[in-house]
Every structure is written in structure tokens, then in C-alpha cells.
């Protein structure tokens, strides 16, 4: 009796154990990351936004929807320096939503960090706050649902894919002298202009674009300016357009393609990289300016030589 | 005795909630692929900086040299494959691998800061690996060796379809001498075992009469010495009525929306053109749902070359 009880509790602890979903570690798990969990009002810190991948999991593209409170919180800026995604678009904050957002690639794939990896290579994004003056102590930066994580050829993931929010305290002490926060201390120590790049010019929907992406690994990149130049007379290249503010694919006119094109990178702390780009089309001979500068000139110097020598001939025979 | 009886069964009941206990949670860890697949790469940070002592009595000031930030890449391709070399996504290096498929590549010139670093090569006949990234953080002054990279193998098939019940041939490049394990995928994946010889050619022939009708992917991987390369790239094959040779004809490559045989800067920006914009053109609507988005690029980001 006492065994035939044994053996039904044996059956069903089996079967109880059978039908329990298994314990599996996180394939992705986005997170984020504070140097101190208490602020003061009008104090500035940043957060980074990081990802954790469990191999053999691949993760090629994330898109992040970030929710704060914009009566506790004042996002001011996104800094992309060290990030591993490449944006596709700029991250965007809308502060009176109190939402966060950015989309990005990693090309080839992030399969996480490498052990003896002495940094931490995982770093999205940061993004600096400003503690407001409120009366909630608590608050919270949590991510969206429609927050994504997808792997491999844009496969979805959705079971062991975690998010993790970040609380921050703000104290009921305001801040009255104002240290060189995070931001500007960022700012401050970058004296490192961005990464060297080289634009290129490409057609899509019959139109031809300027397409251009470098890196800043400190502070990261403001954004870019795209100027137009022309050779003079003598050679030198001289501006048709002042550097203007533009994103990359940047919009050309047909008459761009003639033209040297310059790119200058800025990055937010003010250092600038300038890439030149050549005549995509080559100017046709006629068009030249120059050329028919030196044509004129040989002329001029042909006549002048030509009736200097006459002049010489007649006083001679006089 | 009922005491010893009831301590029995919770013992038993003990044992057999240990059991499954351990089972479920090692077993994503046990059974997958990366424990058989992780590739070794091995991070060693040395400074460069040297101290000369000064001359005459007195001991008298010594010269450090400002020290080079440095980073080092040393693997195995195949023999006397080109290498290249990917930083945040585009090339910055390429070098040929030795006969014994051993390359090594140096990067001077760079910042400190976190970057995502990529390698690939390509063998004989032109097909390249798949990308292998690895992000790193890189230190001012100082020189970072990354070894072990291990290059998966080159994979291709002559024939896009084969009659049921003949021989399939898929061949590439490895590594000298590896073990090469073919996978193909069937309703239970099938797996063929062959060797790369001295040159890193391996083929394994694919008897389909146990292959069931219909499309099928297949991979590889090279095991040598204890260590595991990743995946190679996926090519596809048809079991169908009839053998049809696969063509020569110029290699299409996936995501290479201004067919110049790379995915780079430049697709991307002409995805990007089209993202969120409607009626794209259909080569840019990479999974074919009528609109560009995250899943596109997503798919863009697998096939990148740089």
C-alpha cells in the first residue's frame, strides 16, 4: 500500500515537473545604466542604455522607445559617441511625451561582449537628464513595449528578450552650485575631432544623393554641414554655397555634380573633420574656364610678341 | 518505519526535483550550439612604453616615448585568401593569408573608444565567409592583440536543383586539414562529415534519396585542433524532378540594393531614403511586405560586407 502511494507521488511529481516551461537564460536583455541612484533637482547625469546578448544569439537591429517622466526628468540630449548601432534615423526626444527614441543596425551582427574585452562594448546610446524639482522622490525610465530586438534576418525576439528599467531618486535638496555636469564635462575633455570619412554620391528614385556617415568616439556627432565649391581662374576652389546643416542621403542638383563638394563632421563638443569630395561628372573641356583663360592669355602673348617683332623688323630696314 | 517510509519518499521526491531542476536549467547551455560553436579570441593589452636609462654619473633623466595605441588581429583564413578587415562597418584593411591560412592585420592611426570590428575573406572561386564581429574597446597607448579569429568556411553547390536520389556536391574553403561538418536542414537536420585537405578544399556528396522533395539550406563549419569556427553562410538547394546545374552567372548578393556586389554605406543610405516613405522599389523591400522598416535593415545588417 505504502509503495503503491510512493509510486503515485514519484508519477506525479514527474508529470508536475514535465509540464514546468524550462529555466533558459536570456537570449537579449536591454538595460540601463546611472553612476549614482539619487540626484538633486537641476542636477545633470547621463544613463546609458546598454545590450546584453547570450551567444549564439545574433542581434542585427534594435528599435527603442524610452518612457520618463517629464515632471521629474528633463531629457536634454543624446549622445551617440561609442555607440555600436549605426542610427537610421537621428534619435529623437520628445519631452512632452516624455519619450525617447532611436533605431539602429549593428552590421555584421552583435553576438556580445568578448571575454578579456577591457571595456564595456556594449554601449547604445546616453542620454543626459536634468532632475527637475518635483514632488514624486521616486521615478522610473523604463522601456516601451513596442521597444524591438531582432536577430539574424530580421527575426523577432520575443521570448527571452528582457528590459530593464532604471529607478532614480531625486532628493528634496536642490542643487545651488553648479559643477561642470556630465554633459559638459564630456564636452569639455573632447578635444578630439571625429573619425575620417569619405562621402560618395549615389542615385536613388532618379535622383543623385550625397551619402556620408564617420564616427566621434568621445563625445559623439552633432551634426553636418555640406558646402558647394568651384574653381576660379587660378585654380583655387572657392565657395558657391555657404556649409549648410544636412543628413545624409543629402539631396544634390545635377549642377552639384560638377562641383567639389565638401562635408564638414561636427561633433558636440565643436571639433570639426572636413572630407572633400572631387567633380563626380568631370566638367566638359568648353565649360572650362580656365582653359580658355590660357587660351586667351597664349593669344594675347602670341599677338603682343608677334607685332613687337614686326616693330623691330620695320626699324631695322628703316 | 511509516517515518523512514515518508523520509524515503521525500528523498525520492527530493532526487527527482534535483534532476529535472538541473536539467531544465543547463540544458540550453548543454544542448546549444554555443558551447560547439564559440570561437576563441583572446584579448592580451600590453603597453608599449619603455623607459631609456640616462648616461653619465648621477643617473640623469630617462626618455619615454610617447607610447602608440595599437590594435593587432592574427587568425586562420584559408591559404593565401584576402582578408579584410571592417571597423564600425567599413573596411579599413585588407592582407593576404599565408599558405597556411595564417594572416595577421595592424591597425595604427585610432582612438580610444568602443568599436565594432568585423573580418571576412573571400577563397579561390570568390565566395566570401560570413562576417565574423567582435565589438572592442580600445585603450590610448596601448596595444591590444586579438587572436584566435578562425574564419568559417566558404560554402556553395553545383546545382540549384537535383533529381531525388542523386548526388548533390557542396564544396568551399576552410582551414587546412579541419574536419568539416556539413549541415543540411531536412525535416530532421541531416549531418555530413568530410575533411578540408592541404589546400582548405573539402566537398561532402549529398546522396538525396533520403532527402525529402522540396527547398533545403545548407552550412558548414571547420573543426580543427579543438577549435570550432563559426557558420558559414546558407546556401539553398531544391530536391525536385529533375537536375538543373547551378549557373555561373554573377553572384547576386543579398541586400545589394546598387548592385556593385557589396552592402555597405551606400545601400543603407538608399534604404534609409526609403524608410517610412511608401511604394518603395521592390529590390529595397528586402522581406517583400510592401514597406521599409526595422526588418529590412535588419536583414541588411546580416549580409553586410563593408
Known amino acids: ?318 | 518505519m511509516i517515518f523512514f517510509q515518508h523520509s524515503r519518499n521525500f528523498l525520492v521526491i527530493f532526487l527527482i526535483f534535483s534532476i529535472f531542476l538541473s536539467f531544465y536549467f543547463f540544458s540550453p547551455i548543454v544542448f546549444s550550439e554555443s558551447v560547439t560553436s564559440s570561437v576563441k579570441v583572446e584579448i592580451v593589452t600590453t603597453t608599449t612604453t619603455t623607459t631609456l636609462g640616462g648616461g653619465g654619473g648621477g643617473g640623469g633623466g630617462g626618455y619615454t616615448p610617447p607610447s602608440e595605441t595599437k590594435v593587432i588581429f592574427s587568425g586562420r583564413a584559408y591559404p593565401r585568401s584576402t582578408v579584410t578587415l571592417l571597423k564600425d562597418a567599413q573596411i579599413v584593411a585588407t592582407t593576404v593569408a599565408g599558405s597556411d591560412a595564417n594572416f595577421q592585420i595592424s591597425l595604427t592611426n585610432i582612438t580610444a573608444g568602443s568599436y565594432i570590428f568585423s573580418v571576412y575573406s573571400e577563397d579561390d572561386k570568390g565566395n566570401r565567409s560570413s562576417l565574423l564581429t567582435f565589438p572592442l574597446s580600445v585603450s590610448s597607448g596601448v596595444i591590444t592583440n586579438v587572436t584566435g579569429i578562425f574564419i568559417s568556411p566558404t560554402i556553395d553547390v553545383d546545382k540549384s536543383e537535383v533529381k531525388k536520389g542523386e548526388v548533390i556536391k557542396i564544396f568551399g574553403q576552410a582551414i587546412p586539414n579541419s574536419d568539416i561538418t556539413v549541415i543540411i536542414s531536412s525535416e530532421e537536420d541531416i549531418y555530413g562529415k568530410t575533411k578540408a585537405d592541404t589546400i582548405g578544399a573539402y566537398l561532402y556528396n549529398l546522396d538525396t534519396v533520403e532527402v525529402e522533395m522540396g527547398e533545403h539550406l545548407t552550412k558548414s563549419r571547420a573543426t580543427l585542433e579543438e577549435e570550432i569556427s563559426p557558420l558559414s553562410r546558407v546556401v539553398s538547394f531544391k530536391v525536385g524532378t529533375k537536375t538543373v546545374l547551378k549557373e555561373l552567372i554573377a553572384k547576386i548578393v543579398k541586400a545589394d540594393l546598387n548592385s556593385d556586389k557589396k552592402v555597405n554605406l551606400i545601400d543603407f543610405s538608399v534604404a534609409a531614403y526609403w524608410y517610412k516613405r511608401p511604394s518603395p522599389p521592390q529590390n529595397v523591400d528586402l522581406n517583400k511586405d510592401g514597406k521599409i522598416d526595422l526588418v529590412d535593415f535588419s536583414i541588411m545588417a546580416y549580409y553586410w560586407t563593408g
Open chain 1, 1 to 318: 500500500m505504502e509503495n503503491k502511494k510512493s509510486k503515485r507521488i514519484i508519477c506525479i511529481v514527474i508529470f508536475a515537473f514535465c509540464i514546468i516551461k524550462p529555466i533558459a537564460t536570456n537570449a537579449a536583455e536591454l538595460y540601463l545604466e546611472s553612476s549614482q541612484p539619487e540626484y538633486a533637482p537641476n542636477e545633470t547625469f547621463s544613463v546609458d542604455i546598454r545590450l546584453n546578448v547570450t551567444p549564439p544569439e545574433n542581434v542585427t537591429a534594435i528599435e527603442s522607445y524610452l518612457k520618463f517622466d517629464n515632471q521629474s526628468l528633463k531629457a536634454i540630449d543624446f549622445l551617440t559617441g561609442n555607440s555600436i548601432l549605426m542610427f537610421i534615423e537621428t534619435p529623437k526626444i520628445n519631452q512632452e511625451q516624455g519619450i525617447v527614441s532611436f533605431s539602429g543596425i549593428i552590421p555584421g551582427g552583435y553576438t556580445g561582449r568578448l571575454s578579456g574585452d577591457p571595456g564595456a562594448s556594449n554601449l547604445l546610446g546616453k542620454i543626459t537628464f536634468q532632475a527637475q524639482k518635483t514632488i514624486n522622490p521616486q521615478t522610473s525610465i523604463y522601456f516601451l513595449n513596442n521597444s524591438r530586438v531582432l536577430l539574424d534576418e530580421g527575426k523577432e525576439a520575443k521570448t527571452n528578450l528582457v528590459f530593464k528599467p532604471l529607478d532614480i531618486q531625486i532628493s528634496s535638496q536642490e542643487v545651488v552650485f553648479n559643477p561642470l555636469n556630465e554633459l559638459e564635462k564630456i564636452k569639455e575633455e573632447d578635444k578630439i575631432p571625429p573619425e575620417d570619412f569619405t562621402p560618395e554620391i549615389v542615385k536613388i528614385d532618379e535622383k543623385y544623393f550625397l551619402v556620408f556617415n564617420t564616427q566621434d568616439k568621445q563625445s559623439g556627432i552633432d551634426h553636418y554641414e555640406v558646402a558647394t565649391l568651384k574653381e576660379n581662374l587660378f585654380g583655387q576652389l572657392t565657395p558657391i554655397s555657404n556649409f549648410e546643416k544636412g543628413e545624409s542621403p543629402y539631396p544634390l542638383k545635377e549642377s552639384d555634380l560638377t562641383k567639389t563638394i565638401k562635408v564638414k563632421a561636427i561633433d558636440k563638443a565643436g571639433n570639426t573633420r572636413i572630407a572633400t569630395l572631387n567633380p563626380y561628372v568631370p566638367i566638359k573641356w568648353y565649360k572650362n574656364y580656365w582653359l580658355w583663360g590660357i587660351i586667351l592669355l597664349g593669344i594675347i602673348s602670341g599677338y603682343i610678341v608677334y607685332h613687337l617683332k614686326l616693330k623691330s623688323k620695320r626699324q631695322k630696314s628703316k
